[in-house]
């Protein structure tokens, strides 16, 4: 299996332009998160889905993150605008259940607003 | 408050040390744990997955949870170089901040 896989890995815009990042989970899993890291506030869980419905989004921090889960092997997490203090590293993983499961992540992107 | 604790160090010791990480807590519905490790640029990934009280033990890897005081642990035995990596602990989905280990030749 390939693992889940994120694009791109690296991603440098400017403030108010609109970015969006996507994910690709494991094939079979039926949830799929979606995480931010800073060294100010470590892993952050921003919003999970389950079978493809959101379950949770009380980590989005504001009206500006939009994430989608169009179909079980695919989910993008959009930022519009994008603002300096977005920049960090956002983590896809999936999971076979939503809740007490061993969650595999991608690697990442690093996302830099300038 | 964090629903999980963790000291973010940074942890620097000698190859060969015992490495004891710890966490704590707050919601005493939490039944499972899992240590995670994550090299530089790269995803975490999982380490040890517990449920309940006690011990687990996966080679020089042991991880222990005490829910009477709401403490989850992870030792490392004979500690290598290799093992310099940033450790989360986690509960279903909230993870700690991390703590960075760096072992030393």
């Known amino acids: 299996d390939a693992g889940v896989i994120q694009s791109p890995r690296h991603e440098v815009t400017e403030m108010g332009q609109e970015v969006t990042l996507r994910c690709k989970p494991i094939?079979?899993?039926?949830?799929l998160f979606w995480y931010r890291q800073t060294m100010m506030r470590g892993l952050e869980l921003l919003i999970y889905?389950?079978?493809?419905?959101?379950?949770?989004d009380s980590g989005m921090p504001e009206d500006r993150f939009s994430a989608k889960m169009p179909n079980a092997s695919f989910s993008t997490l959009k930022i519009q605008p994008s603002e300096p203090r977005d920049s960090a590293v956002y983590f896809c993983?999936?999971?076979?259940?939503?809740?007490?499961?061993?969650?595999?992540f991608g690697s990442g992107t690093q996302l830099s607003v300038l | 408050q964090k629903e999980v604790e963790q000291d973010p160090g940074p942890l620097s010791v000698p190859e060969g040390a015992i490495v004891s990480l710890n966490c704590t807590y707050s919601n005493s519905a939490f039944q499972y744990f899992m240590w995670y490790r994550q090299y530089s640029r790269k995803g975490p990934e999982l380490l040890m997955y517990t449920y309940s009280s006690g011990n687990k033990e996966d080679g020089r890897f042991t991880a222990q949870v005490d829910k009477s005081s709401k403490y989850i642990s992870l030792f490392i035995r004979d500690s290598q170089p290799s093992d310099s990596a940033t450790y989360l602990c986690?509960?279903?989905?909230?993870f700690g901040a991390g703590t960075r280990l760096t072992v030393k030749p």
């Open positions: 993983a999936s999971s076979l259940a939503a809740t007490n499961e061993k969650l595999f």
């Open positions: 889905f389950n079978n493809n419905v959101p379950i949770d």
């Open positions: 094939s079979g899993h039926n949830s």
């Open positions: 986690a509960n279903d989905m909230r």
